[in-house]
Nanobody, 117 residues
């Protein structure tokens, strides 16, 4: 079992920056990748960024060049540095962990990010 807790969500003006963190606990050795998703009201949840246990990173086109995902503390923590924020980035951001055990994944509770002047 893995538990994920996000933090860092806030209200920020367009063009500003924000750093989200996700702390993982439990059977963290089973985690093969950690992701950030986001969901805006009335929209589908979308994948924002991924980092694998091997350090491979991928980003949605909409955030490429603006967001950076990173892992540290022996894979216990994943961060999302968000720069040049736009109103379209407003959403609840969720941390997600994929397990080496087939068919198992885990979600955090979400943290609200609001970009508004």
């Amino acid at each position: 079992q893995v538990q994920l807790v996000e933090s860092g969500g806030d209200l920020v003006q367009p063009g500003g920056s924000l750093r989200l963190s996700c702390a993982a606990s439990g059977s963290i050795v089973s985690i093969i990748a950690m992701d950030w998703y986001r969901q805006a009201p009335g929209k589908q949840r979308e994948l924002v960024a991924v980092v694998t246990s091997g350090g491979i990173k991928n980003y949605a086109d909409s955030v490429k060049g603006r967001f950076t995902i990173s892992r540290d503390n022996g894979k216990n923590t994943v961060n999302l540095q968000m720069n040049s924020l736009k109103p379209e980035d407003t959403a609840v951001y969720y941390c997600h962990a994929r397990s080496a055990i087939a068919g198992r994944d885990y979600w955090g509770q979400g943290t609200q990010v609001t970009i508004s002047s």
